[in-house]
């Protein structure tokens, strides 16, 4: 196992563009860390300062309090997973897991006994002797992680292992992955696009933001229910959260014809007067019947799509001026298209953020 710190690590490229900004972590023993972000945030350049393939332009990079900046990969005791597989295509299933210990030249009693420990761990006993192209995408990806797990590194590094497979394989993977993780328990740094893998795999969760910064880092359960900026609580949550924008006017949100009385939600209401601010509350947390301490939100059905367990109801709300928003609801008391649908936030379920600064306003609600 492994302990990184990152102290104001910052990535500039020679054409100028600044990848990553002021990166600030202190990652412990054995956690699995997951990055996430949209594309160009820099969670990938990331990965590669830590694997010592890229170098870092200003900051400080520890591992196990080791300044690490120049070290040598070689040096960092790291095994990568990257999103390609990067298999041998001449060399089998058995040869690709024994690859790097034979390069470093490990006997082959240890070498067989180490390959057949890690292919039953991954289930990949009976396929030792076939090609990376008789093989499916998800067993191609335990190969992978094989070859990384079988050296017994303290750091394990995967730059979004799972991408190309398909969503019932990603299922599996991700389930698997983090079991070898609680066996082996190195410390992991898993580079995501997919937030769902993200919430169900990591301890921490790292969300960045396109040029490189970094918003909020936190568990998973810190991220989803207290998202500290408009970007978290947009990006983490599938449908995203909703967003109704307008201005405090005597404590109240006044827009698209609703009057939502701030006062419960908002620490202190005086300091948001006059001021522009969105109010937010996640599809799935509406309530069909109204409770003691919540907002009666009144819209129009436009689309509703039958999911199973749930469906989504798409609406909006307003009469003249309208705003699109996306509720969860049963789908066994669901609305009909072109109904009129009144539903409920708790308290416990809004949040209000500064439209300016994009910050959430002060307030002590526990959210449930």
């Not at 997951?34 to 520890?62: H, N, P, Q, W």
């Not at 095994?79 to 470093?104: D, I, K, R, W």
């Amino acid at each position: 196992m492994a302990q990184l710190k990152f102290v104001d690590v910052n990535k500039v490229y020679p054409n100028g563009y600044h990848a990553v900004h002021d990166f600030n972590m202190e990652i412990g023993d054995g956690e699995f860390i997951c990055l996430v972000g949209d594309s160009g945030c820099g969670k990938s350049t990331t990965l590669r300062m830590i694997a010592g393939l890229e170098d870092i332009t200003s900051g400080d990079f520890y591992i196990d309090g080791v300044r690490a900046n120049q070290m040598s990969s070689r040096d960092r005791g790291i095994a990568m997973v990257f999103q390609s597989y990067a298999l041998y295509p001449h060399l089998t299933v058995y040869e690709n897991l024994a690859f790097g210990l034979t390069l470093e030249g490990v006997d082959a009693e240890v070498i067989e006994e180490k390959v057949q420990a890690t292919a039953k761990i991954l289930g990949l006993t009976d396929y030792l002797e076939r090609f990376p192209r008789a093989l499916s995408g998800g067993q191609c990806q335990r190969v992978a992680v094989g070859r990384a797990l079988i050296r017994k590194v303290n750091i394990f590094l995967m730059d979004e292992p799972l991408s190309n497979l398909d969503a019932k394989q990603r299922v599996t993977m991700r389930s698997e992955i983090k079991q070898i993780h609680r066996s082996v328990g190195a410390t992991t740094i898993y580079v995501t696009h997919d937030q769902t893998e993200a919430m169900t795999m990591s301890d921490r969760i790292v969300v960045m933001k396109s040029g490189g910064y970094v918003q909020q880092i936190g568990t998973p359960y810190e991220l989803y229910f207290y998202p500290k900026n408009l970007f978290v609580a947009g990006f983490i949550g599938e449908p995203p959260m909703n967003f109704i924008r307008g201005t405090v006017n005597g404590g109240k949100l006044e827009a698209y014809g609703l009057n939502i009385d701030l006062t419960p939600v908002v620490k202190d209401v005086k300091s948001i007067e006059g001021r522009a601010v969105v109010f937010a509350f996640r599809p799935e947390a509406i309530k069909p019947d109204k409770g003691a301490a919540s907002y009666e939100i009144k819209s129009k059905v436009e689309l509703t799509e039958l999911l199973g367990d749930t469906t989504n109801v798409y609406a909006t709300v307003g009469s003249e001026e309208k705003v699109n928003i996306i509720l969860k609801v049963n789908p066994h008391r669901a609305p009909e298209t072109g109904s009129d649908f009144t539903f409920y936030v708790p308290h416990t379920a809004a949040y209000v953020y500064d439209a300016e600064t994009e910050e959430i306003v002060e307030n002590d609600i526990e959210r449930r």
